[in-house]
T-cell receptor
Framework: QKEVEQDPGPLSVPEGAIVSLNCTYS??????FMWYRQYSRKGPELLMY????GNKEDGRFTAQVDKSSKYISLFIRDSQPSDSATYLC??????????FGKGTRLHILP | ETGVTQTPRHLVMGMTNKKSLKCEQH?????MYWYKQSAKKPLELMFV???????ENNSVPSRFSPECPNSSHLFLHLHTLQPEDSALYLC???????????FGQGTRLTVV
């Protein structure tokens, strides 16, 4: 089983919709979780990070961690065409390795 | 700008060439990473350096050789590469006391 699983999409939603992006992970010892956004031909840009179960909100973005299910989510409210990008979930393991999911390609349709 | 700078942004090299990729950060970070990003594959961790010491070599072929002369600079030396090594090579850095890592814009490498 891969350490981090993420559906690559693509995911297409209309402008203004709520977007839900998800990942699962295999090791219950993982404690630190991150979401990155990557535009075409650019490096990944850190959006949010969290290390506890529950929700963390930053503007239109909410990161959610459910450690009992080993499930992490990123919600985007009032989605905009500029949100179209690839979204990568990542975990930091105890060996200081940052392990990424495959990334989900998101298209926001005007 | 994340504060992590990679050069060159684009590189085309032949299979017999030797080239180097450079990564630089002045964020005071003490851990630096090399990743390879190929189409339709997850980011692949190649090397990890903590306090200038290599702590991870993720089964990377010896034609890739990292160097970390100080905590602000990281190099990836390339020689006798194969066409399948063509990819986006990304550098990241972080402070080991914190979770978040910051990436450079990457070097788009094409091996011909």
């Amino acid at each position: 089983q891969k350490e981090v699983e993420q559906d690559p999409g693509p995911l297409s939603v209309p402008e203004g919709a709520i977007v839900s992006l998800n990942c699962t992970y295999s090791n219950s010892a993982f404690q630190y979780f991150m979401w990155y956004r990557q535009y075409s031909r650019k490096g990944p840009e850190l959006l949010m990070y969290t290390y506890s179960s529950g929700n963390k909100e930053d503007g239109r973005f909410t990161a959610q961690v459910d450690k009992s299910s080993k499930y992490i989510s990123l919600f985007i409210r009032d989605s905009q065409p500029s949100d179209s990008a690839t979204y990568l979930c990542a975990i930091l393991n105890r060996d200081d390795k940052i392990i990424f999911g495959k990334g989900t390609r998101l298209h926001i349709l005007p | 700008e994340t504060g992590v700078t990679q050069t060159p942004r684009h590189l085309v090299m032949g299979m017999t060439n030797k080239k180097s990729l450079k990564c630089e950060q002045h964020l005071g970070h003490n851990a630096m990473y090399w990743y390879k990003q190929s189409a339709k594959k997850p980011l692949e961790l190649m090397f990890v350096y903590n306090f200038k010491e290599q702590t991870e070599n993720n089964s990377v072929p010896s034609r890739f050789s990292p160097e970390c002369p100080n905590s602000s600079h990281l190099f990836l030396h390339l020689h006798t590469l194969q066409p399948e090594d063509s990819a986006l090579y990304l550098c990241a850095s972080r402070n080991r006391l914190n979770t978040e890592a910051f990436f450079g814009q990457g070097t788009r490498l094409t091996v011909v």
